[in-house]
């Protein structure tokens, strides 16, 4: 059984930029709850990949957006 996150990571092997940027904006614009884990594992991505400093940057982000 595949999961998830393993799902929405097939989906974009390959993917230019654009389509990335696309998924995301279109996740934004349907306002349909259904692509939430697909956000999720994106920002799990990021997380992870971001050094100390990035992740603090996102966080007030996410603090001054509240």
Same mark, same amino acid.
């Given at each position: 059984?595949?999961?998830?996150?393993?799902?929405?990571?097939?989906?974009?092997?390959?993917?230019? %930029?654009?389509?990335?940027? +696309?998924?995301?904006?279109?996740?934004?614009?349907? /306002? !349909?709850?259904?692509?939430?884990?697909?956000?999720?594992?994106?920002?799990?991505?990021?997380?992870? %990949?971001?050094?100390?400093? +990035?992740?603090?940057?996102?966080?007030?982000?996410? /603090? !001054?957006?509240?």
């Amino acid at each position: 059984m595949i999961s998830i996150k393993q799902h929405i990571m097939n989906n974009f092997k390959g993917a230019s %930029k654009d389509d990335i940027k +696309e998924s995301i904006v279109a996740s934004f614009n349907d /306002k !349909d709850e259904i692509t939430l884990p697909g956000l999720g594992v994106f920002f799990g991505i990021l997380w992870n %990949k971001s050094s100390d400093e +990035e992740k603090n940057r996102i966080l007030d982000i996410l /603090k !001054d957006s509240f």
